[in-house]
């Protein structure tokens, strides 16, 4: 069932990052390099990633830190290119850091 679940997400979470194309999964699932083939802003790459964690936090139910890694783990195996100028300094951050408290245990 949670595979299943995950795989619906995953689809999701591709078919999200190519509508501004006219694309969905459907369309690319044969194309083992499709990801490479679409260009993205890094503005719409974060507001990608923050989508991308609120609907893994909701259909996964994993922390928000947890759904932040999965994020990070999206993008960087299917997440579309974004012109490295549009980096600079230590921008390469998707998310803030966190205001959570953490709490150590000794």
């Not at 690319?28 to 503005?43: E, L, R």
């Not at 719409?44 to 990070?72: D, G, P, W």
């Amino acid at each position: 069932m949670r595979r299943d679940k995950q795989k619906e997400l995953f689809v999701e979470l591709i078919n999200k990052q190519l509508e501004p194309f006219g694309k969905k999964y459907e369309d690319v699932i044969d194309d083992p390099k499709w990801f490479t083939k679409f260009k993205t802003s890094k503005a719409t790459e974060s507001e990608f990633a923050e989508y991308a964690k609120r609907r893994i936090m909701q259909e996964l139910k994993l922390s928000s830190k947890n759904a932040e890694n999965e994020v990070s783990w999206f993008i960087l195996q299917w997440g579309l290119t974004v012109d490295p100028s549009e980096y600079t300094g230590n921008e390469l951050k998707l998310f803030e850091p966190s205001k959570e408290k953490v709490t150590v245990r000794k």
